[in-house]
C-alpha cells in the first residue's frame, strides 16, 4: 500500500508492505508488516510490525521495532519499539473482526512509550482517496495518553485496510492511500 500526504509538516509517502515473515511472539505466530516512511523523499523511519489473527477474526498488534534515521540513514532513536511480554508491555485490539459502534480498544501498550488507543465512530461513512472512492467505511478516533493534544480519524475499508489517516487535532498530518498491489 502506498500512501502520499503530509506528516510533520513535509511532504510524506508511506509503503507498507505486509510480507511472508513471521516471528513467534508470547508463543504467537504474528505476520511481519514493514512501513517505510519518507519525508520530502528521504528515508525518515523504518518500522516492522507484528500482528496476528484469532479465531474470532480480530487483529492483535503484538508489538513493532522502530528506526528513526538521519539524513545518512543512521538509526538516530528507536523510541516506540516495544514487542508484548517484554518489561510489562501487552499486546492490543489492532482491529476488532465485527466493528461496534462505540467500542473502545488499546492498540499498544508499554507504559511510557507506546500506548495507541482507538474508539469506532461509525461504520457508514464515505471516503474519496486517490485510490478509489468507498462507502460504508468504518471511522475510528484515534489517540495516545502520551501525546493528549493529538486526535486523528482513521478510515477502514474491509478487504483493503487503512485509506486515510487525517489529524482533527494537534499538528495538521494526513496521509491518503493512492495504490494498493496484491501480489
Known amino acids: ?28 505466530t504474528c505476520r511481519v508488516i514493514q512501513d517505510r516512511l519518507y519525508l520530502s523523499g528521504k528515508l525518515e523511519e ?22 528513526e534515521l538521519d539524513a545518512k540513514g543512521n538509526v538516530t532513536s528507536r523510541e516506540g519499539t516495544w514487542r508484548a511480554g517484554v518489561n510489562g508491555a501487552m499486546a492490543g485490539v489492532f482491529m476488532e473482526a465485527n466493528p461496534v459502534i462505540g467500542h473502545q480498544f488499546v492498540q499498544e501498550l508499554y507504559t511510557g512509550h507506546a500506548e495507541d488507543h482507538y474508539q469506532v465512530m461509525t461504520l457508514t461513512a464515505k471516503v474519496k482517496v486517490p ?11 484515534e489517540w ?5 493534544a493529538v486526535l486523528d480519524n482513521k478510515y477502514y475499508v474491509r478487504d483493503v485496510g ?11 498530518e494526513e496521509l491518503v492511500l493512492v495504490k494498493l498491489e496484491k501480489k
Open 144 to 148: 495516545t495518553p502520551l501525546e493528549p
Open 1 to 28: 500500500m502506498t500512501y502520499r500526504g503530509t506528516k510533520d509538516e513535509e511532504p510524506a509517502v508511506d509503503i507498507v508492505t505486509v510480507t511472508n515473515e513471521t516471528i513467534v511472539i508470547q508463543g504467537v
Open 162 to 172: 487503512e485509506v486515510r489517516e487525517v489529524s482533527v487535532k494537534g499538528p495538521l
Open 131 to 141: 485510490y478509489r472512492s468507498f462507502s460504508d467505511v468504518l471511522l475510528t478516533k
Open 46 to 67: 523504518r518500522t516492522a510490525d507484528y500482528y496476528t489473527q484469532d479465531l474470532a477474526g480480530n487483529v492483535w498488534y503484538f508489538g513493532e521495532d522502530t528506526e
